[in-house]
Nanobody, 117 residues
């Protein structure tokens, strides 16, 4: 069955960096646009970054532009989120997701990122 497994979260000081990974299985990873979302406590889930298949075009939320970088390695069925210059407001659960041809969304379980001194 389809699975998305995120890793790489943790506690980091403001200004620090983390790299999140999401490994997909049970589907042809290279055929789909992959996205990272985040959800902070008491807030709605929001799109952080997206990367298309084939050409790897990217899109970012305004709040993370210039600080976060999304990338993918189709040979490893993995999408990454490099997060630099982290701020306390980046604290959230980060989830990866994709939408299949039937417009069904699949989500991972998420990984917690906490930015605090």
């Amino acid at each position: 069955q389809v699975q998305l497994v995120e890793s790489g979260g943790g506690l980091v000081q403001p200004g620090g960096s983390l790299r999140l990974s999401c490994v997909g299985s049970g589907f042809t990873f290279s055929r789909f646009t992959m996205s990272w979302y985040r959800q902070a406590t008491g807030k709605e889930r929001e799109l952080v970054a997206r990367i298309t298949n084939v050409y790897g075009n990217t899109k970012y939320a305004d709040s993370v532009k210039g600080r976060f970088t999304i990338s993918r390695d189709d040979a490893k069925n993995t999408v990454y989120l490099q997060m630099d210059s982290l701020k306390p407001e980046d604290t959230a659960v980060y989830l990866c997701t994709f939408r299949d041809y039937l417009e069904k969304d699949y989500w991972g379980q998420g990984t917690q990122v906490t930015v605090s001194s």
